[in-house]
T-cell receptor
Framework: DAGVIQSPRHEVTEMGQEVTLRCKPI?????LFWYRQTMMRGLELLIY????????DSGMPEDRFSAKMPNASFSTLKIQPSEPRDSAVYFC????????????FGQGTRLTVV | SQQGEEDPQALSIQEGENATMNCSYK?????LQWYRQNSGRGLVHLILIRSNEREKHSGRLRVTLDTSKKSSSLLITASRAADTASYFC?????????????FGKGTLLTVNP
């Protein structure tokens, strides 16, 4: 398996624009997590899915953020409209909790909002 | 929200020395995991310790867990320059029939040659 795949790796956008981050989890994994990493706040859990169903989105900063998982092999995190304070590295991770509980991370998307 | 808090935030040692990082958490856990992150990369799983275990070893890594104090420590023995990275603890906690994985802010370890 190629591991968790995120795209794009880097994104630079202007304030007010819509940004969509993409994630392909490892096949057979039932959990998918979205995290945001900044120097100030560390690695924050934004939302997680179990079998494509959103379970806990209490970490989503505000209504500008939304996440979907239309099927087991794809998830998106959308920010609309984007703001400079959204600049961070966004990670997607997946796991098969019954099999090995550890999470496998993608390489992240570095988002810069100017 | 964040469950774990690592201590110290940064640690600088000489090659060959041991490095100890600590993690404290707030709520009951199923297991606690440690991850490593090299600069600019994703996190990689190192070791997992279950809530009914007190100590676990893997190569040069030793993890302890004290559920009464809600704390864990990661010891890296005979450190190498290649161990330079950020280290995170993560807690696996139950939410109803689901399981959430949350991370601390990490410890930046620098091993000087």
């Amino acid at each position: 398996d190629a591991g968790v795949i995120q795209s794009p790796r880097h994104e630079v956008t202007e304030m007010g624009q819509e940004v969509t981050l993409r994630c392909k989890p490892i096949s057979g994994h039932d959990y998918l997590f979205w995290y945001r990493q900044t120097m100030m706040r560390g690695l924050e859990l934004l939302i997680y899915f179990n079998n494509n169903v959103p379970i806990d989105d209490s970490g989503m900063p505000e209504d500008r953020f939304s996440a979907k998982m239309p099927n087991a092999s794809f998830s998106t995190l959308k920010i609309q409209p984007s703001e400079p304070r959204d600049s961070a590295v966004y990670f997607c991770a997946s796991r098969n909790r019954l099999k090995n509980t550890e999470a496998f991370f993608g390489q992240g998307t570095r988002l810069t909002v100017v | 929200s964040q469950q774990g808090e690592e201590d110290p935030q940064a640690l600088s040692i000489q090659e060959g020395e041991n490095a100890t990082m600590n993690c404290s958490y707030k709520t009951s856990i199923n297991n606690l995991q440690w991850y490593r992150q090299n600069s600019g990369r994703g996190l990689v799983h190192l070791i997992l310790i279950r809530s009914n275990e007190r100590e676990k070893h893997s190569g040069r890594l030793r993890v302890t867990l004290d559920t009464s104090k809600k704390s864990s420590s990661l010891l890296i023995t005979a450190s190498r320059a290649a161990d330079t990275a950020s280290y995170f603890c993560a807690t696996d906690t139950r939410e109803g029939s689901n399981y959430k994985l949350t991370f601390g802010k990490g410890t930046l370890l620098t091993v000087n040659p």
